[in-house]
């Protein structure tokens, strides 16, 4: 009797910690949540980074090949000269011309001598000087090389960590009966604020991605992640923002704005940086927030106001 209300209770214990209440359920996802804005962050800082370095690369590389074909072909020349000289000897000296006759043949031909001779040095030199430079892009390119295949290392652990969290929320979410998988082809709504100009473009770009899903490292079209809805939006405004939240207030630092003082289309960062949003006016938000979410407009409650760190205008 005693081992079965053991094995009982092991057995309720086991359900407890396999099944936790609701409540306990959201506490965890409310700290899940944070964790994953602050990795969603670090994950598309990374990816940028790569992106960048391999551009660079890219444009290096490029450059090295154009580098390598200009030798290739001062090479050839070089050759030729060369080949010449061991054929028929070089070409230096105004012995040859002196049996030519009229002092005038005999000046015209060194004249001829002294051009083939400087021509023939010029390639020389320009052969020489692609050549370093060759070496100085190849080197370049292999530095550079390494940069981006650092950051692409770093991007993968990140996505990694995230890819574990998100699966973790999904779980949570869907154990809460919350997950909401959202439509890709959704209309979104219209945008009848009060912004107007390059603000109201960007607004009713946002409003019509409503409903969409998140995704982290989203920047649309089926799906954007908070810093790629912004960057979309304020791009069809005429503002090319950078990529991700951290880089977004930093490129704000001079267009920062007292929050009583917002106007629609500002943009609107958490503290620690790891959410982002946009003021629609009216006291409302539009955001995309986070794993198993859409996007959506939201009032700009207490609740939102106390996260906000501050606001940036485009």
């Known amino acids: 009797m005693a081992l079965a209300a053991a094995l009982a209770l092991i057995a309720l214990t086991s359900n407890a910690q396999a099944d936790p209440s609701p409540a306990n359920a959201r506490a965890k996802l409310v700290k899940l949540n944070e964790q994953a804005d602050q990795l969603v962050e670090r994950y598309n800082q990374a990816t940028e980074t790569y992106k960048k370095a391999k551009k660079k690369y890219d444009a290096v590389n490029a450059e090295f ?54 021509d023939r040095a010029e390639k020389v030199q320009a052969f020489e000087a692609t050549t370093k430079e060759l070496r100085h892009r190849r080197q370049e390119a292999q530095k550079t090389l390494a940069e981006a295949e650092t950051a692409r290392a770093k991007a993968g652990d990140e996505k990694a960590k995230v890819d574990k969290m998100v699966a973790e929320q999904t779980k949570l979410l869907r154990r809460l009966g919350a997950f909401q998988a959202g439509d890709p082809n959704s209309p979104g709504i219209e945008y009848t604020g009060p912004a107007s100009g390059n603000a109201r473009l960007a607004l009713e770009f946002a409003f019509a991605q409503v409903g969409k899903p998140y995704r982290y490292g989203g920047t649309g079209p089926d799906s954007y992640d908070c810093s790629g809805l912004t960057q979309a939006a304020w791009r069809k405004g005429g503002v090319e923002l950078p990529r991700t939240t951290w880089t977004q207030w930093s490129w704000g630092a001079d267009r920062r704005v007292p929050m009583d003082k917002l106007e629609p289309g500002d943009l609107l960062f958490s503290k620690g940086l790891g959410h982002m949003g946009m003021y629609a006016g009216n006291g409302k938000m539009v955001h995309a927030p986070q794993t198993g979410d859409i996007i959506k407009v939201v009032d700009l409650d207490d609740y939102w106001r106390d996260r906000l760190l501050g606001a940036v205008r485009p």
Request: aromatic share 10%; no cysteine; proline share 4%.
């Open 65 to 118: 090949g154009r580098t390598s074909a200009r030798a290739d072909t001062l090479r050839r020349d070089v050759v030729t000269v060369a080949v010449y000289d061991y054929q028929f000897g070089p070409a230096t000296g105004w012995q040859r011309f002196v049996a030519q006759g009229s002092p005038e043949q005999i000046l015209g031909g060194i004249a001829t001598l002294q051009q083939i001779a400087q």
